[in-house]
């Protein structure tokens, strides 16, 4: 479902809410913010398969870092950073530990051992750094993708990103649960227990044991259900 089908189901089956009523679109907006919180949500509770992409990166000579893709949103459990040359893997590194051998001065290589991820770029993008390098390099990494932007314009079919088998056994519910306790609906807690049937059954059919979910750090990570 596209972000509009969503919203006219709500509209339509929950808040009951006519195209001639003078609070439709106030209304509709805020119905948007319900699907945007509960798809964010949905998002960030495990290492879903279909949110992992990768990305090439280029690190020019004596730069020592390069800005990630404007959708990073974590490395989850593939934290392995491949060389496209040589096909070497380095291991990501907590900030301090690779600042601690980086900033020193002088220091350089033409192989790092290892990266972290810290610092933005010119349009706050996260980068990944290394030592600083004498050579270009060129890495491919693994991650998963954030949360996109929902609109009924530009962003209409962002929301099929969370594939739509789980749009009406879970994502749907959850937005009714919401938009409901938010009105004082009691309903919202058959809503809601809907929504969490619908989690589990996502859960199996994705194959993800509970203990999956990877925080890296903190506010790379998500919320576990």
Known sequence: MNVTEILDQITGRTDNVGLSDSDYTNRRTRLLEYTVEEGVLIW????WVWRRTSTTLTIPVSQGFANLPTDFGSIGRRALLTNTVTGRQIPFAPEDELRRVKDQPGVTTSDPDAYSIYGQG?????????????IQLTYTLPYNKSFPTLDETTNINASKQIPEQYH??????AIRSLASFAKGDQSWQEHQKQRD????LMMRQERLPQDTLGQFPSFFGGRTF
């Open 44 to 47: 960030l509770a495990r290492d």
């Open 168 to 173: 009406q056994t879970v994502w749907i519910p």
């Open 197 to 200: 049937k619908g989690i589990a």
């Open 122 to 134: 010119t349009d706050f993008e996260y980068r990944l750094q290394v030592v600083t390098n004498t």
